[in-house]
T-cell receptor, first 107, second 115 residues
Framework: KNEVEQSPQNLTAQEGEFITINCSYSVGISALHWLQQHPGGGIVSLFMLSSGKKKHGRLIATINIQEKHSSLHITASHPRDSAVYICAVGGGSRLTFGEGTQLTVNP | DAGVIQSPRHEVTEMGQEVTLRCKPISGHNSLFWYRQTMMRGLELLIYFNNNVPIDDSGMPEDRFSAKMPNASFSTLKIQPSEPRDSAVYFC?????????????FGPGTRLTVL
């Protein structure tokens, strides 16, 4: 069993739909990160969470430390949200990455 | 700011050759990370520097890999000798605060192909 598991692996949505990507982890962590990797390969750090919820524009990230689970939500999805979303969990400097969720938003 | 700068963007080399990847972090950032991404293993942390000092190099695969950070504005990742299994995209990221930093800013990556 991987230390970090994401679901679903692939997700296709229609523009405007509400999207949820899940991340479960099995190790103790000090923080959880959500990253976005664009089709061209560039990686952008979206959120770092250690508790509760964070919101940035149409993106919302939540974490439940007791359940070792985090979700990334995208409201009013748009084709430009199409990317791979990667969950990473960390203790100190070491990050362990999930395999990513490939999101495709169709117009 | 130009963001994290990596060079070269693409590198094709033959097995056994020395490869040097370069990274210029964002000015003022005191943390620098080298990552490797492959289809099989996804993203992996190779090494983490804080204030130019290697803090965690447990992800460096083997003695063929070495990384240096001679000053706050430059780092190198060297592979000698290179092997086909080293083919991957190598990302450099930098951040401030912490350690470790809350947010890491990634460079565009160097796509390495070892024939």
């Amino acid at each position: 069993k991987n230390e970090v598991e994401q679901s679903p692996q692939n997700l296709t949505a229609q523009e405007g739909e509400f999207i949820t990507i899940n991340c479960s982890y099995s190790v103790g962590i000090s923080a959880l990160h959500w990253l976005q990797q664009h089709p061209g390969g560039g990686i952008v750090s979206l959120f770092m969470l250690s508790s509760g919820k964070k919101k940035h524009g149409r993106l919302i990230a939540t974490i439940n430390i007791q359940e070792k689970h985090s979700s990334l939500h995208i409201t009013a999805s748009h084709p430009r949200d199409s990317a791979v979303y990667i969950c990473a969990v960390g203790g100190g400097s070491r990050l362990t990455f999930g395999e990513g969720t490939q999101l495709t938003v169709n117009p | 700011d130009a963001g994290v700068i990596q060079s070269p963007r693409h590198e094709v080399t033959e097995m056994g050759q020395e490869v040097t990847l370069r990274c210029k972090p964002i000015s003022g950032h005191n943390s620098l990370f080298w990552y490797r991404q492959t289809m099989m293993r996804g993203l992996e942390l190779l090494i983490y520097f804080n204030n130019n000092v290697p803090i965690d190099d447990s992800g460096m695969p083997e003695d063929r890999f070495s990384a240096k950070m001679p000053n706050a504005s430059f780092s190198t990742l060297k592979i000698q000798p290179s092997e086909p299994r080293d083919s991957a995209v190598y990302f450099c990221a930098s951040g401030s605060g912490g350690p470790p930093p809350d947010t890491q800013y990634f460079g565009p990556g160097t796509r390495l192909t070892v024939l």
